[in-house]
């Protein structure tokens, strides 16, 4: 299934679905070092966004988060690539600066997309595909 989406960040990569519904704060929230998410009571929390297809709603917290992205990309913790619903500064600045690719706006289709399913982000052609 290939779903039209838009880019945000340029690249292309592939790995496996982490679905969240709540906005996800990458300063305080994630460590930066590992990729594991810390934030308490969110439902990514235990979980290491690392070489994931990431997907939730948006950002949340400081501008600072963008550089914690960076970090997650020179510690080897970072998520393969991000799919928002509509990109924000900060998760998008991150994404740029750490040469992640990332989506938004992406087209009906996805919510067939579950937690597991391996999924190609092509943000220079501006999809997603995955067999669900």
């Given at each position: 299934m290939r779903i039209s989406c838009r880019k945000v960040s340029r690249g292309k990569a592939k790995g496996e679905a982490m679905i969240s519904n709540e906005p996800l704060s990458f300063l305080g929230g994630i460590d930066a070092k590992t990729g594991v998410v810390i934030e308490k009571d969110h439902p990514f929390e235990g979980r290491s966004i690392a070489g994931k297809v990431l997907f939730f709603p948006k950002g949340k917290?400081?501008?600072?988060?963008?550089?914690v992205i960076y970090q997650l990309?020179?510690?080897?913790?970072?998520?393969?690539?991000?799919?928002?619903?509509?990109?924000?500064?900060?998760?998008?600045?991150?994404?740029?600066?750490?040469?992640?690719?990332?989506?938004?706006?992406?087209?009906?289709?996805a919510s067939k997309i579950t937690d597991g399913t391996t999924v190609i982000v092509n943000a220079d052609e501006e999809y997603l595909e995955a067999t669900c």
């Open positions: 917290g400081s501008t600072v988060g963008a550089y990309k020179k510690a080897g913790a970072a998520p393969a690539a991000i799919v928002c619903e509509k990109a924000d500064t900060m998760v998008a600045s991150g994404a740029i600066i750490a040469e992640i690719p990332m989506v938004h706006r992406v087209e009906s289709g």
